[in-house]
């Protein structure tokens, strides 16, 4: 088999005293899908953190795309990251500005927004195109959850992370959700995610519990 995108090898995150994990190990190659469940607390947001060096490691080794982890490797790992954190912060009024803002980032200059792309991602997740024309202040949490994910597989990167993708979706909005990250990972494309929700881990590779 190939080299995996991500490896993570004996990791480890503390605070303060204490650790929320040890010895934790993992290969995801392209074209799976994972996810990590667990109770709340034990590190499952910190590691996804860890991965895009926001969160440092106190033991083990994190390497993505043959890249280790570090100060000089930072910059071109995120190049080859796309991530949907659980809390997003979306300083835009409009969702027509909303969708834009990932493609203005450093990491993501090269890269060219195509409207009729986002228009096809949103019939696959079940999302109406005059949502364009809204507010973010006039649309769901689970709508927003969408878009975004529609807007971050337009990045193409090779490994993707996401944080609770269906926490506010109904079960049919799951089972798009689903199908849609399941086609994106045939794009040589890895994903890798956390989630509470069983029918979303049920339809992963691989669920790791931590």
Known sequence: MNK????IENA??????????????????LGEMYC????????????LNAILGFVPLSEGSIVVDGLILGVSTIDEIRKRVAWIPQELSIPSE???????IP???KANRNIKFSEKTLYKHFEALGLEHDL??????EISGG???RIMIAVTTMLQKPLM???EPTSALDPASVSKVIRFLKNETQKSTAILAVTHDRIFADSCDKRIFL
């Not at 469940?37 to 947001?45: A, D, H, N, V, Y």
């Open 94 to 100: 409009w969702v027509s500005e909303m969708v834009r």
């Open 36 to 47: 990590i469940t667990g109770e709340s607390g034990k590190g499952k947001t910190s590691l």
């Open 12 to 29: 480890c995150i503390s605070f303060g005293h204490g650790k929320l994990f040890t010895h934790f190990n993992l290969d995801l190659h």
């Open 143 to 145: 709508q927003r959850q």
């Open 4 to 7: 995996p995108i991500l490896h």
């Open 132 to 137: 364009l024309e809204r507010r973010v202040t």
């Open 161 to 163: 992370i996401i944080d």
């Open 103 to 105: 493609f203005k980032l």
